[in-house]
Nanobody, 121 residues
Framework: VQLVESGGGMVQPGGSLRLSCVVS????????MSWVRQAPGKGPEWVSS????????YYAESVKGRFTISRDNAKNTLYLQMNNLKPEDTALYYC???????????????WGQGTQVTVSS
């Protein structure tokens, strides 16, 4: 199982980034997927989940209205569009092979290697 995140970087508050996660070695279209983030010195935080066909999406209150999760099953790729970024969004962002918030935060073996997002002026 391989999950490879990309798209992170440094942006100013109010800026946008789009994260991508390309997966291989498992049937992507059969799995609900999630994004998890971990800020320095803090535990993992569930951010968002999406069902297998993208018809249902779920968000943490802290990102609702600013982040959008999506997927392209033909490309085996998961996305996270992040708008109106805030300094508190600074973290390492991971995609995860499961859609259950309580599970993905305790299963780092379900994550990729992560991509760093830094929001600072």
């Amino acid at each position: 199982v391989q999950l490879v995140e990309s798209g992170g970087g440094m942006v100013q508050p109010g800026g946008s980034l789009r994260l991508s996660c390309v997966v291989s070695d498992f049937r992507f279209s059969r799995y609900d997927m999630s994004w998890v983030r971990q800020a320095p010195g803090k535990g993992p935080e569930w951010v968002s989940s999406i069902d297998t066909d993208g018809g249902r999406t779920y968000y943490a209150e802290s990102v609702k209205g600013r982040f959008t999760i999506s997927r392209d099953n033909a490309k085996n790729t998961l996305y996270l569009q992040m708008n109106n970024l805030k300094p508190e969004d600074t973290a390492l962002y991971y995609c995860a092979r499961d859609g259950r918030p309580s599970l993905v935060v305790v299963r780092p073996d379900y994550w990729g290697q992560g991509t760093q997002v830094t929001v600072s002026s």
